[in-house]
Each structure stands twice: as structure tokens, then as C-alpha cells.
């Protein structure tokens, strides 16, 4: 039903949410087991990440790629993304990629801690353990240096993002669908025929006029 990693994704935060409206925010004990469990969360991944990091050193994949930067959508649809592209190494992208992800769990983290300290709500720090752990699970660099898988198909790099809301839509379905047609109906016609030319093109120039015969 829901094909994609974004699209279930999605589905654990709303019942993440759920459960976390349910839970009783009040009680001393819920509060202090769901903030161990967020914490866990929190040293859990920091320790992956950094385990992830040094397993990109140790391989030193020196494999060249095409970075296209992003497109801005604000540009249009002649837009050409691969005319504007990086070259980075593997592993030079694996560790910006791992680096990002790294900050963005820092940041994230700190961003709860001081709502719950602040304002004293407790179902950020759930959703956010949730979150946190099934964009962990769909993570490519825990696919390939952790799970140990190898890098193609989806796991190729680079990456693309993927859209739940396009997944639950089916609007990439659709896209695909129709670019496929019109590359097939583009592909299915047949090339102008060229005519040849007129008889009266393919005719010499005149020639110049004789000149008159002499009186006689």
C-alpha cells in the first residue's frame, strides 16, 4: 500500500502523534521514561553516525561523481541541473552526506530538548524519537556501511529525494508514465521524408543567347 520509505515514514509520525496525545504528560514516570528513550535515541544515532563516518574513511572510494547541483523552481522547466554539476569522490560525498545528517540530528535534538524544558510537553520528544528512527532505518548510508549493501539501484549515488506525498498520490507514477509515452511516441515516428528535387531545378542554366548570323 505504501511503496516508498518517506510514505511510511509518514504513516509512523501520525500514529507517533497518536499515541503521544495519549499518553499522560502529567505523570512523573511517563515524563521521565520518555525522556530516557529520547536520549537513547539521541546517543544511539551520534554513535552510527560516527561509526558510519569511519567506515567512509576506511574504504577511500575515490570513485568520481556528478554532483547536479539543486535546481531552483523558481527558474523554469528548461532548467538544465547536469549543465551545473560538482565533482566530488565517493567518499568525499559520502562523509558531506553523513556530516549533514550528523548536524541535522544536533540541531533537531536541541531544538526539543528546549520546547520540552521551556513549555513542558512531552509528545515532541516522542514524535521525534519515532521520526528520528525511521528516517535513520531509510537512511542510504545505513544501507550501505552498515547493512552492507551494494550501491545500486536506489543506493546509487547520488542520491534523490523522494516525495511521500507525490508516493501516496501517485503523481510520480503518473509523471513517469507520461514521460515514458512520450519518449516512446517520439521514438515511434518516423523521420521527414525528403523529396527529391523538380526536373526544372535539376536543369542546367541557360545557356547565353548565340549571337546574330552576320547579314548576308
Request: hydrophobic share 40%; proline share 7%; charged share 15%.
Amino acid at each position: 500500500m505504501f511503496g516508498g520509505g518517506s510514505a511510511r515514514s509518514l504513516l509512523f509520525m501520525m500514529v507517533a502523534m497518536q499515541y503521544a496525545n495519549r499518553l499522560d504528560q502529567t505523570d512523573p514516570v511517563v515524563v521521565w521514561w520518555v525522556r530516557v528513550t529520547f536520549t537513547a535515541y539521541v546517543a544511539i544515532a551520534s554513535v552510527l553516525y560516527i561509526y558510519m563516518a569511519d567506515q567512509v574513511a576506511r574504504k577511500y572510494d575515490q570513485r568520481e561523481l556528478r554532483v547536479p547541483l539543486p535546481v531552483n523552481p523558481f527558474a523554469g522547466s528548461n532548467q538544465n541541473s547536469d549543465a551545473h554539476a560538482s565533482h566530488k569522490t565517493v567518499q568525499q560525498y559520502d562523509a558531506e552526506m553523513i556530516n549533514q545528517n550528523r548536524r541535522g540530528l544536533m540541531m533537531n535534538s536541541l531544538i526539543i530538548a528546549f520546547i520540552h524544558a521551556k513549555m513542558g510537553v512531552v509528545s515532541p520528544l516522542v514524535t521525534s524519537a519515532v521520526m528520528g528512527l525511521t528516517r535513520f532505518l531509510d537512511d542510504p548510508q545505513v544501507k550501505l556501511h552498515i547493512l552492507g549493501l551494494p550501491d545500486v539501484g536506489p543506493l546509487k549515488r547520488p542520491f534523490t529525494a523522494e516525495n511521500p506525498l507525490a508516493k501516496l498520490l501517485g503523481m510520480e507514477s503518473n509523471q513517469e508514465s507520461e514521460a515514458s509515452s512520450g519518449q516512446a511516441g517520439t521514438e515511434g515516428q518516423s523521420p521527414p521524408t525528403l523529396e527529391p528535387p523538380s526536373t526544372e531545378a535539376r536543369q542546367s542554366p541557360t545557356r547565353p543567347q548565340q549571337g546574330r548570323s552576320s547579314a548576308s
